[in-house]
């Protein structure tokens, strides 16, 4: 199949090859032509709406001619390969100041199609010679198979090129993040140092002023100051996940992290949670594993109070923490008796600010499993929630082995 001029142009606008500077792929490619053929001279010629453009050529030097005066041209369209054994007696051939003597005095010419994979013909390998001869079907073989390896060349350059245009933005794109994430850093410091601060001193004073005989003595004063103290506690708890999603999930303090030790120090912290829930917490046993420690203790915990926060109403939480050696890794599992997860929620749930449907249940930010997932990923791992056996409700996660690149 061959297309119009429009198409034509746009490939060859497309594969730059006009604008280049001359190919060694490609005059070698023209020279092994001319051998082939055993002839003089050899072009690989791009034919435009007006010019033929030479972009290597053997025996002659590279030139630009009118698209009247061109051969290749003249026999553009034709299907597959061009053999004329003598130009002065081909119809179309023989007015080209070519093969007349004004530009050259061309007898033997044979050609192949450059042709894209998408069927535009936008030229043609020729080969030429003053002498009128045959070419056999080897040859004539050999010379459709060198059209082909030509357009092999620029379909490469022009991979290549969208290639490293891709990588160009990659890299900017990497430079931006980086950069993005230093302001955050910065933002992330000023916010804690200009907001945190601040808020503990009011709960600090809040709290003494609960304490006064004049509040603690009023009901309805106590009340409201109990219901402020709450509303700084769920303040300080957003600005502090909020920080820690800003923060983790870059770079890791790489080391050896014992499982077993961040769940127990898990425990020790949830310990009021546990007492107040009558919570039982059954813990596996728990490898070893590369990783960084303080962003893998903020995923148990966030996974462990969410259990015992979630629980069915009325009944004590039940979990259990466990893990499996799975591939390359490690598996590990939290499951509950709670209230459970809606199927078509579970990859929702780790989204910033998305509760599921616990909105009402247990006071929560929604913030934690997006901090979870962060984590996780960046220890090049994945997370997520399934059902677990006897009708608990499972959150996983997976750690390898091999850190990503540049972790470990």
């Not at 960084?292 to 039940?318: E, I, W």
């Amino acid at each position: 199949m061959n297309a119009g001029p429009t198409a034509r142009l746009e490939a060859i606008d497309r594969y730059g090859v006009l604008e280049r500077a001359p190919s060694r792929d490609l005059q070698a490619l023209a020279e092994l032509a001319a051998q082939v053929m055993d002839v003089d001279g050899a072009a690989i010629n791009i034919v435009t709406d007006r010019h033929q453009h030479q972009v290597a050529t053997v025996g002659v030097e590279p030139s630009v001619c009118t698209h009247d005066a061109s051969m290749c041209a003249a026999v553009l369209d034709e299907p597959g390969p061009v053999v004329v054994p003598d130009a002065p007696a081909h119809e179309r051939l023989r007015h080209s100041p070519f093969v007349t003597g004004e530009l050259a005095s061309v007898r033997f010419y044979a050609s192949a199609a450059l042709t894209t994979p998408a069927g535009v013909v936008i030229g043609r390998l020729c080969t030429f010679d003053p002498r009128s001869r045959q070419a056999s079907t080897e040859q004539v073989d050999a010379l459709c198979a060198l059209a082909e390896r030509v357009m092999d060349v620029l379909e490469l350059r022009l991979r290549t090129d969208e290639l490293e245009s891709t990588v160009a933005e990659l890299t900017h794109a990497r430079n931006e993040l980086a950069r993005s994430n230093d302001q955050l850093g910065m933002f992330a410091a000023q916010v804690s140092h200009d907001l945190t601060n601040p808020l503990t001193a009011m709960l600090a004073n809040l709290e003494v002023l609960a304490s006064e005989p004049a509040i603690a003595d009023d009901e309805h004063a106590t009340r409201f100051a109990d219901a402020a103290l709450r509303a700084g506690g769920r303040m300080a708890r957003m600005m502090s996940r909020l920080l820690a999603y800003a923060r983790v999930g870059g770079a890791l303090a790489v080391e050896d992290v014992d499982l077993a030790g961040l769940v127990r120090s898990c425990l020790e912290d949830a310990a009021p949670l546990i007492r107040s829930t009558r919570a039982q917490v059954d813990v596996g046993t728990l490898p070893t594993v590369r990783g960084d420690g303080q962003q893998l203790y903020a995923v148990l915990l966030n996974l462990l109070t969410n259990a015992l926060k979630y629980a069915t109403p009325g009944d004590p939480p039940r979990v259990t923490i466990t893990s499996d050696r799975t591939g390359d890794g490690w598996t590990v599992r939290v499951d509950d008796h709670g209230a459970g997860v809606d199927p078509g929620r579970r990859e929702e749930i780790f989204a910033m600010y998305n509760r599921g449907d616990h909105s009402g249940v247990a006071p929560g930010s929604g913030i934690g499993l997006a901090v979870a997932r962060r984590v996780i990923e960046a220890h090049g791992g994945r997370i997520g929630v399934t059902d677990g056996p006897d009708g608990t409700t499972r959150f996983w996660f997976e750690l390898p082995d091999e850190l990503p690149c540049g972790m470990s």
